[in-house]
C-alpha cells in the first residue's frame, strides 16, 4: 500500500471515488443512501466527491478510465452486499489496473463479516471499512492526507505488505441525527425516477430480527 506524499497531500484537495456496483433491477433496488451519506461526511471534511451508480448506468471499463484520468481519485471505495460483491471486486481490480496508485477500500455488510478473507483473496483490493462508515473514512482519508500509518484508523482491516492487519472495532454511532444529511445531489435520483424505483431514507440503523442490544 502507497501512501501519498506528505507535501502533494498539503497541495491537493483530497478526491474520492465512491461506486455502486451492479444490482438487479428486478430486485427493486433504491438510491445507494450509504454512499450518500458517506458522500455527505467527506464533503463536510472538505473531500471532493464522486459517485458512479451502476445499477442504473451500465458498467463500461473505458468509462471507468475516463472518470480515472479526469477525476484522478486518490481514493475508490465500493460499497457491497453479498450479491453485488464479484461485480464491487471487479470493478476495483479494474481500478488498480489502470491506475495502481489510487488506494482501494470496500465496505458494507459482506465484507463487514469476512473482512480479512476478502482481503487474503483481492489483492487488489486495499482495505476493508469493517461497520459503519462515515466517521472510518473520514478518518482513513485523513490519515492518508497526512502520510499517517492506517493503524490509526479504528474500524478497517488492511494491507501493508504481505501482512493483513485489523484495528480496534468502531463504537456504534449512537446519535444518527448527528450525521450530515445524505449529499443526494450526488445520486442520480433521475435514473431511479424514470425506472419507477422507490426513494429511501434512514430512520434507525442494525437489524430488525435481532435483539434490541443490537438496533438504534
Not at 478526491?15 to 458522500?39: K, Q
Request: with cysteine; net charge positive.
Amino acid at each position: 500500500m502507497k501512501h501519498l506524499p506528505k507535501a502533494n497531500a498539503r497541495n491537493h484537495r483530497m478526491r474520492v471515488l465512491l461506486i455502486n456496483p451492479y444490482y438487479p433491477i428486478s430486485e427493486t433496488p433504491s438510491p445507494p443512501l450509504g454512499l450518500a451519506y458517506l458522500g455527505a461526511a467527506l464533503e463536510k471534511a472538505g473531500v471532493q466527491i464522486k459517485i458512479l451508480d451502476y445499477v442504473v448506468y451500465p458498467y463500461q471499463r473505458d468509462g471507468l478510465e475516463a472518470v480515472l484520468k479526469k477525476f484522478k481519485p486518490h481514493v475508490a471505495g465500493a460499497t457491497a452486499v453479498s450479491m453485488t460483491f464479484d461485480h464491487a471486486k471487479q470493478i476495483l481490480c479494474d481500478v488498480k489496473a489502470i491506475d495502481p496508485d489510487i488506494l482501494t477500500v470496500m465496505g458494507g455488510p459482506h465484507v463487514t463479516f469476512c473482512a480479512q478473507e476478502t482481503l487474503k483473496s483481492v489483492a487488489e483490493l486495499d482495505a476493508v471499512v469493517i461497520g459503519e462508515g462515515e466517521e472510518t473514512i473520514v478518518e482513513l482519508i485523513r490519515a492518508l492526507q497526512c502520510g499517517r500509518d492506517l493503524g490509526s484508523v479504528n474500524g478497517i482491516a488492511y494491507r501493508v505488505d504481505s501482512k493483513i492487519l485489523t484495528t480496534a472495532r468502531r463504537k456504534w454511532i449512537k446519535n444518527l441525527d448527528a450525521l450530515p444529511f445524505p449529499a443526494r445531489h450526488l445520486l442520480p435520483l433521475g435514473r431511479y425516477r424514470a425506472l419507477g424505483m422507490p426513494i429511501s431514507m434512514t430512520t434507525s440503523r442494525g437489524c430488525p430480527y435481532k435483539s434490541n442490544q443490537h438496533c438504534r
